[in-house]
């Protein structure tokens, strides 16, 4: 696809929604300067906190635009939310600079909404992904000092506790997890899955979180990295190999920083790609050696990284995924792989009947 680069405006051009441009456009939010919204996160009837955006596709200029749908102050309306699910577009484009607004927005009204019964839990979920994903931008995008660290590790601290106070947020868990893969969706996800599967493993509420923010943060050292390799589209080169091993390392010194971290998260955080047969990173220990909440996350962070759609290719299914953890004990270990496939098929990942996603009304 060419492209003359980012573009606000939609100037008149014929367009068409990204599903209908004949295939072979690509389109990176990073590039864009924007991230995903989760429609259904939206409430109905409510001013926007800040503008939001579609990419549509210029037919004749031949590039993608950020087309403007409902600008920050006017009232998001549910009809126009189910014409964009019914087709198939569940996301919606917030540019990065507006995201502390947004933020700001989730934080004002989020304690009454996750303290309503009448609300979803699929709601709740969704928020408090939103949410958690909003605050790793914060994180990642500020200078990872000590005091930074440890603030956002204290707010994170608070979304575990939301999920483990409600035993229906930490269900049905395949209704929300993204298949847009980047440092922030992905970490969110493995920090749902690594709680969920805690919770199906009867580990103690205590442990269930140490999961949970050792799963928030397992990346936190790729800050570190090269800006070139964030996300990069393709394999990496020797070079970047060896870059990214270092992540781990890197991950456990900036967290060990703030006090407040448990040595059961830190560990987790250094080994989470190690491999049960020792070939893994960064010391290449065998299971017997690595902390069980390491290998817990080892697994999780595969699947999602495998369901997930990547620059170089599309996500895998389920199913695919699992079949190929289950063909791999050498990587997570013949004690671990039956219980996970048991957890995947388990109402941590599976619809249970419930009322629709959406905010209460009024």
Not at 86 to 93: E, K
Request: neutral net charge; aromatic residues 6%; glycine residues 10%.
């Amino acid at each position: 696809m060419s492209s003359l680069g980012p573009d606000r405006g939609g100037g008149g051009a014929p367009a068409v929604s990204l599903r209908k441009s004949g295939g072979g456009v690509t389109f990176d939010p990073a590039v864009y300067g924007v991230f995903p919204l989760a429609l259904e996160v939206l409430p109905a009837g409510e001013p926007c906190p800040c503008d939001l955006f579609l990419p549509l596709y210029d037919q004749q200029q031949k590039r993608v635009k950020m087309t403007l749908v409902c600008g920050e102050g006017n009232c998001f309306q549910e009809p126009w939310r189910q014409r964009l699910l019914a087709a198939q577009q569940r996301s919606i484009f917030v540019y990065q600079e507006q995201g502390q607004a947004l933020r700001g927005y989730f934080q004002r009204h989020a304690s009454q909404r996750l303290d309503d019964p009448q609300v979803p839990a699929s709601y709740k979920r969704l928020l408090i992904q939103e949410m958690a994903g909003l605050n790793l931008r914060d994180l990642y995008g500020g200078d990872l000092s000590p005091q930074v660290v440890g603030q956002a590790v204290d707010g994170i601290q608070g979304v575990l506790e939301r999920l483990t106070g409600d035993e229906l947020l930490l269900t049905n868990l395949s209704e929300i997890l993204r298949s847009d893969y980047n440092t922030y969706s992905h970490s969110v996800n493995v920090s749902l899955l690594a709680m969920a599967l805690g919770r199906h493993l009867k580990l103690t509420t205590q442990r269930v979180q140490a999961l949970g923010m050792a799963g928030m943060l397992h990346d936190l050292g790729r800050a570190k990295l090269p800006p070139e390799m964030q996300n990069k589209a393709g394999p990496f080169d020797e070079q970047e190999w060896a870059l990214m091993r270092t992540h781990p390392h890197w991950g456990h010194r900036l967290l060990s920083s703030a006090h407040s971290v448990s040595m059961e998260v830190l560990k987790a955080v250094l080994h989470h790609h190690e491999n049960a047969d020792g070939s893994g990173y960064p010391h290449g220990i065998t299971a017997e050696r690595t902390p069980l909440a390491a290998r817990l996350l080892r697994l999780v962070d595969a699947f999602d990284a495998m369901t997930s759609h990547r620059p170089h290719r599309p996500a895998r299914q389920a199913f695919e995924a699992a079949s190929i953890i289950m063909q791999s004990p050498q990587h997570f270990g013949e004690d671990l792989i039956p219980p996970f496939l048991r957890f995947l098929a388990s109402p941590h990942m599976v619809r249970k009947q419930e009322p629709a996603a959406g905010p209460s009304q009024g």
